[in-house]
């Protein structure tokens, strides 16, 4: 079925420490990979994004990884800050239609 | 406007109403998502139009649940007859080309009392 699996549910690192976060997806012909952060009350914000015809794109502290083979994708920030602190969401646009399936989300916590 | 702007950010309705929720994607944007978000959870799709054709509704609940977007810019999510179990945030999304990256509203909160 569609389905993003998403892993941790929640993440608590010190602040300056690294944060990983790694969906699953299940349909080969999913091409397209955001990433988004959702702060208490507001919208999710997109972060960064991959496309299946790349392995690897960095934004600064944020860097997403991909392995089509293996079909998981990650997110990776470095030098956690408090501001870092939200519930990210992965998501994959679903292969031969528009629609993203979301993750059930990580609620990352950066502690001072 | 610079984002995408939703109306309501807030309806309360009494079980068994219809409701309108509206989107006012980005300028030029071609793209729209409705989508469902319950609290802790992420959004679960509803619909997609590309321009005014509604090219994907496998996600709406069931046939409470309709959409459109007569002239590709403004779309309404109607619910029928709504029901406590209706009771979520409805997002709506949108992007400038189907493989473009897609924005969020900031969403209306529906309650069914």
């Known amino acids: 079925g569609e389905n993003v699996e998403q892993h941790p549910s929640t993440l608590s690192v010190q602040e300056g420490d690294s944060a990983v976060i790694k969906c699953t997806y299940s349909?080969?012909?999913?091409?397209?990979f955001p990433w988004y952060k959702q702060e208490l009350g507001k919208r999710p914000q997109l972060i960064i994004d991959i496309r299946s015809n790349v392995g690897e794109k960095k934004d600064q502290r944020i860097a997403v990884t991909l392995n089509k083979t293996a079909k998981h994708f990650s997110l990776h920030i470095t030098e956690t800050q408090p501001e870092d602190s939200a519930v990210y969401f992965c998501?994959?646009?679903?292969?031969?239609?528009?629609?993203?399936?979301f993750g059930t989300g990580t609620r990352l916590k950066v502690l001072a | 406007g610079a984002g995408v702007s939703q109306s309501p950010r807030y309806k309360v309705t009494k079980r068994g109403q219809d409701v309108a929720l509206r989107c006012d994607p980005i300028?030029?944007?071609?793209?729209l998502y409705w989508y469902r978000q319950a609290l802790g959870q992420g959004p679960e799709f509803l619909t997609y139009f590309n321009y005014e054709a509604q090219q994907d509704k496998s996600g709406l609940p069931n046939d409470r649940f309709s959409a459109e977007r007569p002239e590709g810019s403004i779309s309404t999510l109607t619910i029928q007859r709504t029901e406590q179990r209706d009771s979520a945030m409805y997002r709506c999304?949108?992007?400038?080309?189907?493989?473009?990256?897609?924005?969020f509203g900031q969403g209306t909160r529906l309650t069914v009392v």
């Open positions: 998501a994959a646009r679903w292969g031969g239609t528009y629609k993203y399936i």
């Open positions: 349909d080969s012909a999913s091409n397209y």
């Open positions: 999304a949108s992007s400038l080309a189907r493989d473009t990256e897609a924005f």
């Open positions: 300028s030029g944007h071609v793209s």
